[in-house]
């Protein structure tokens, strides 16, 4: 009975082994990364990329990014998302990354010259596959961009002779102007 015991045991571990060894064909480890500005100022045009990386150690098929919903509209999103968010990216083999050089979200603009504190702009994003994936901590991404509200009005120098000029030019039609409504 200790022979049957043990063969079973065998012949159990070798079925867990070549399980595990016929389901690795299968498996990938895609991961995603953001990049931006860690400051902004309310009016930029704040422009982030991201990149989705295949690790391998097989290939990934039906690779989809998804951004995270922001509260501030996009500008014209680089290929191969042009279309906008989910994108479908298709395969990718492992060691393979594919780029997205250029989301571009306008801010508002908004003057606060009481304001001091910033507001958190996230920019997160989540890539997905048929394929199984060996590390699914690194699916998932965000940024964090501190967007500052204007404090100041820039003050804009004035030429003083210009302005003078232009002083003199205006009451000139004025005085056209007065002279004309008045017929003597």
Do not use: E, K
Not at 45 to 60: D, E, F, H
């Amino acid at each position: 009975m200790a022979v049957n015991d043990l063969l079973r045991v065998v012949v159990g571990l070798l079925l867990s082994i070549c399980s595990v060894v016929a389901g690795a064909q299968n498996i990938a480890d895609l991961s995603v990364a953001v990049s931006g500005p860690t400051y902004a100022t309310f009016g930029d045009r704040i422009v982030y990329s991201v990149t989705v990386t295949n690790n391998g150690p097989n290939a990934a098929s039906n690779v989809v990014l998804t951004i995270g919903q922001l509260l501030f509209p996009f500008g014209s999103i680089s290929d191969p998302c042009g279309a906008g968010f989910p994108c479908a990216l298709g395969s990718l083999n492992a060691s393979q990354s594919v780029s997205i050089p250029s989301i571009p979200v306008q801010t508002p603009y908004l003057f606060c010259p009481q304001c001091n504190d910033p507001f958190p702009l996230v920019v997160s994003a989540s890539v997905t596959s048929d394929t199984s994936d060996s590390n699914t901590v690194n699916n998932r991404a965000a940024i964090f961009t501190s967007v500052f509200p204007v404090r100041s009005i820039p003050v804009v120098p004035i030429d003083a002779d210009w302005m003078l000029l232009c002083l003199g030019v205006l009451l000139g039609f004025a005085a056209v102007f007065n002279l004309r409504s008045h017929r003597f």
